[in-house]
């Protein structure tokens, strides 16, 4: 079974929905015991880094998402979700987040320069790094291919865990993962064919 963490952050219905299209049933809870039987976790979010780490406190399921993901289950952050996997963020103050990548997540805006708009939204293509072995996310994709992005902030210091960037007036971070956890910046759900492929192969690890 796979579960989508509903700790009140994000929209849940177009993951669920893009899941329901691969003939994979996913089911949304924020019941601990559901979590700890799914053999895989999409953790999704949407808003603030802050509030989205403090409902995860509150709820427990940090401590939880730490601990299934110390087992070595799958799972994969999308959007605010893959931030949150990160040490800690730089939105509106710093703010800690769940340790399980290294690196932080800062504001694009000094990174891309002027004349391009924050957030960043619109599709851009993937790229990989050079002399990496790619991503099982990736496994049914070529590069260059493109996917759909709606983000004011991007994952930084985290070389060693990038698996794809995108070029929005600089490289930023498109996806990362270490074992088992694993995120895209971008939303697969809204991505099309190439989003489907995504879910799909974080289906079947």
């Not at 993962?177 to 079947?204: W, Y």
Request: aromatic share 8%; proline share 5%.
């Amino acid at each position: 079974m796979l579960a989508i963490v509903d700790y009140g952050v994000g929209n849940l219905f177009s993951l669920k929905s893009s899941l329901k299209r691969l003939g994979i049933d996913a089911l949304v809870t924020g019941d601990e015991k559901e979590l700890r039987r799914a053999e895989r976790i999409i953790l999704p979010g949407v808003g603030a880094f802050e509030d989205a780490a403090k409902k995860l406190r509150q709820s427990g399921l940090d401590v939880l998402l730490k601990e299934e993901a110390a087992a070595g289950k799958p799972l994969m952050g999308i959007c605010l979700g893959m931030q949150l996997l990160f040490e800690k963020s730089y939105e509106y103050g710093e703010h800690p987040g769940l340790g399980l990548l290294p690196g932080t997540v800062k504001p694009i805006a000094p990174m891309i320069g002027e004349g391009l708009k924050v957030p960043h939204i619109g599709w851009n293509g993937l790229i990989f790094p050079e002399g990496k072995k790619k991503s099982p996310l990736f496994r049914e994709l070529d590069e260059g291919e493109c996917v759909y992005f709606v983000h004011s902030y991007a994952a930084v210091d985290c070389e060693e865990a990038v698996t794809a960037k995108a070029e929005y007036g600089a490289l930023l971070t498109a996806a990362a993962g270490k074992g088992n956890v694993m995120g895209t910046q971008f939303h697969p759900e809204k991505s099309g064919d190439t989003g489907l492929r995504i879910l799909k192969a974080f289906a079947e690890l």
